[in-house]
């Protein structure tokens, strides 16, 4: 899908239900257009996968995902070879050709098992490669990657290169919680993601929970926004204001008041500290129905 | 780079590739790793995109060149700064001022309602509308700037800002009685810099010189004011300690006594002598990530040095998993969740001396106390992997030094380190009692700059200790 300027992919974008900022929407077009990896940052849940996922379908390109856990290493990511058919080949083989035939053959790419990277790279359709929370792994890891991410090829010693032969868009997310590699951070084009403002968000839950009336849905972002002020452990992320939009429909309810919040609270804050921290703060705020609202 | 007594000499090669390369160079200047590859993408990204949109000329030089937030709020600094300024130069170089393009912003000789503006410019910073305040700013301006100004222009801002009657914090009631909502810091500090370039281009026009380019060091950055070194060397410096210490494992644990077989590696290997396993392939060790406690200082007698030591502690977070740190003078507190929700060190120094919680009444420190309540209430969670780092001055205002406690945390850590901010010189003078615990540490250290961190850090993995 062509897509000429930073404006066709936000409406692009827009047409499959991710409303992206600015520098989200030029991020993504200059890595089509220069075929950079991106590096998307932020706190957890404004839509950092979700942005791997919209261009997907927004390119009509496969998603290829890889997510990352302490301790994911090579054979798990990359590609590995299936030794238990190469230890059959072997057994079976044996009588038929000479060494060098068995040797050759148990090294070929039928014995070889493609992981989520190198599906990505010898894809005959061009794809888009998302790497999930890459700052969970450690730093050999993210070494590994920088042939992939540099070249767009992996080299197998057995093999050989393997090269792409489709650009892939890759997409790798990271919560921030730890400083990732000087070498990694070069490869890519860098995306801060962070909490939308008001206009924008509304944006967001209207769209996603369109019968939801405009005064409860501007209601609705407002607590959110107080809520996310206060030093919580979780802030609510975009995805917890979807879901309460959709609660309070379900709930049938006009209007925030105290008690419709204390009943849906734990829709938008996962621990128990923090739903006595907004009980108490934003809880008192909410009681008095007539307070005008800025 | 500019002098600090005038402007540039010369304007320097046309053309925007000349523009960047200079722009870089500024960064470089304020320490924001820019390197040539980051260049080449910024060329290239800009090739893309269309210049005369500011907002995505702006984006895309971000996207490749300011790769994390810090280096973000720089570049942001510096973008409005450089390119104000070079448009500027431009405009002086070519003797065109604004006053020759059209009617002048003050308007058609009315005098101007003060509470008007004033109203008018809070309702603007309450919008965040940022083309409302700069047209506001430019009224301010020609309504009591010009003429009675002082020259300088951070007098001038300040002077305007009281003229209009406008402060942060809350606001008294209207004239015609209504509430007005209080004025963020963040949004006055914003109309302030509104007004700063406003005034900033009034007098190059006038004077038809550029002011100085000041460093931005001491204009806008919030940084810790450490004298000795940046944030940066620290972070580095304790990412080496962090390979080094994880690797420590290695050589201390026997390699073949009680370990697991990794099948899948057997039977690779087993391709090498036709499918029959001869050889065992065990599993590799992983070295156990270290757990440590950090106790750090932070009394008066150690202020700079605790700055220091507190940036020290926040890479080791950033690098480390396992880390739990205390701080201390009178009693311990523990600072570990502050660490784990804030990665911004202003941020982090603000509210671990905000939210103390360790000095009690006099304010000194009290070494033995620390160690009771250390003994007591932590020590239990000890064992012989864990590395316990004393950051301290050893300084315990005459008070019991408890060595003997100390002690105790010896044998129960695994290992321990002190780091002390004086020169060895001074250790054991006046109220120090360093040698009490000296005897008890695995190695104590003297440590205010990122060199002697790196010492540490290469005695703590067995190389040899460097020469004095």
């Not at chain 1, 290829?64 to 083989?93: F, H, S, T």
């Amino acid at each position: 899908m062509p897509q000429g300027s930073v404006a066709e992919v936000k409406d692009a974008l827009a047409g499959v239900g991710y409303l992206a900022d600015e520098p989200a929407a030029l991020v993504s077009f200059l890595a089509q257009k220069l075929g950079k990896p991106v590096l998307v940052e932020g706190p957890a849940g404004v839509g950092k996968t979700e942005l791997a996922k919209a261009l997907s379908r927004a390119t009509g390109r496969e998603l290829v995902r890889l997510q990352c856990y302490e301790g994911l290493d090579e054979a798990k990511a990359m590609y590995e070879w299936n030794y238990r058919k190469q230890l059959l080949r072997i057994q079976a083989g044996g009588a038929q050709g000479g060494w060098d035939h068995v040797q050759d053959d148990i090294f070929s790419s039928e014995f070889l098992l493609t992981r989520p990277l190198m599906q990505a790279i010898s894809s005959p359709e061009p794809v888009v490669l998302l790497i999930d929370e890459i700052d969970k792994t450690d730093q050999e890891f993210e070494a590994m990657l920088l042939e992939l991410l540099s070249d767009f090829q992996i080299t197998i010693p057995e093999l050989g290169r393997i090269e792409a032969t489709t650009m892939p868009i890759v997409v790798l997310t990271s919560n921030d919680s730890r400083e990732l590699t000087e070498a990694l951070k070069r490869r890519c084009l860098y995306l801060w993601l962070d909490y939308p403002e008001l206009e924008r968000e509304m944006e967001i839950v209207r769209l996603h929970a369109p019968d939801l009336p405009e005064t409860l849905a501007r209601r609705l972002v407002e607590v959110i926004r107080m809520v996310r002020d206060l030093d919580l452990k979780k802030p609510p992320s975009i995805a917890e204001s979807i879901d309460w939009a959709r609660t309070l429909l379900l709930m049938g309810a006009e209007d925030i008041d105290r008690e419709t919040f204390t009943q849906s609270m734990s829709i938008i804050v996962k621990h128990r500290t923090d739903i006595d921290l907004i009980a108490e703060r934003v809880g008192v705020k909410l009681a008095d129905p007539l307070r005008a609202e800025g | 780079m500019p002098t600090p007594y005038g402007p540039k000499a010369d304007a320097g090669p046309p053309g925007l590739a000349a523009k960047l390369l200079g722009f870089c160079e500024e960064l470089r200047g304020e320490g924001v790793a820019v390197g040539t590859s980051e260049m080449l993408d910024a060329f290239a990204a800009l090739s893309e995109v269309d210049w005369t949109r500011r907002e995505d000329f702006r984006e895309a030089l971000a996207a490749t060149i300011a790769k994390s937030q810090d280096d973000r709020r720089v570049f942001e600094l510096l973008f409005e700064r450089y390119f104000f300024r070079t448009a500027e130069a431009e405009a002086v170089q070519r003797g065109v001022t604004e006053h020759a393009e059209g009617a002048p912003p003050a308007g058609d000789g009315e005098r101007f309602d003060m509470s008007e503006l004033s109203e008018a410019i809070r309702e603007a910073m309450q919008a965040g509308d940022e083309d409302q305040m700069r047209d506001l700013a430019r009224l301010a301006i020609a309504a009591f700037g010009r003429g009675e100004g002082s020259g300088v222009v951070g007098v001038d801002v300040q002077r305007i800002r009281r003229t209009l009657g406008l402060t942060a914090g809350q606001q008294p009631p209207a004239e015609d009685g209504s509430e007005r909502p209080p004025i963020d810091r963040d949004q006055l500090t914003g109309f302030e810099r509104h007004l700063r370039r406003e005034l900033e281009r009034d007098l190059i026009e006038r004077t038809e010189t550029l002011p100085p380019s000041r460093p931005l060091a001491e204009l806008d950055r919030a940084l810790p004011t450490s004298p000795t070194q940046d944030l940066a060397a620290v972070h580095r410096a304790v990412s080496q300690m962090k390979r080094r210490l994880a690797t420590l494992g290695h050589e201390q644990r026997g390699r073949k006594k009680g370990q697991m077989v990794d099948v899948r590696r057997t039977m690779r290997a087993s391709l090498e002598t036709g499918g029959v396993p001869l050889r065992l392939r065990y599993r590799p060790k992983r070295p156990r990530r270290p757990e440590i406690y950090v106790l750090c200082d932070v009394s008066t007698s150690v202020t700079s040095a605790s700055v220091f030591f507190l940036s020290v502690l926040h890479a080791l977070h950033d690098s480390f998993r396992k880390l739990r740190s205390f701080v201390f003078i009178e009693r311990i507190s523990e600072v570990t969740d502050v660490f784990e929700h804030e990665r911004d060190f202003a941020a982090v120094a603000q509210k671990i001396s905000s939210e103390g919680g360790v000095a009690d009444v006099s304010g000194y420190t009290d070494y033995g106390r620390v160690w009771l309540e250390f003994l007591e209430e932590i020590s239990e969670d000890l064992d012989p992997r864990s590395t316990v780092i004393v950051l301290g001055d050893a300084r315990t205002n005459g008070r019991e030094p408890h060595a003997e406690v100390f002690a105790r945390i010896a044998e129960k850590a695994g290992r321990l380190f002190w780091l002390n901010p004086e020169p060895k010189l001074y250790w054991n003078y006046g109220d120090s009692v360093m040698s009490a615990y000296e005897r008890h540490c695995d190695g104590a250290f003297e440590c205010w700059t990122t060199k002697h961190l790196e010492n540490f850090v290469n005695v703590v993995a067995g190389a040899k200790p460097a020469a004095e």
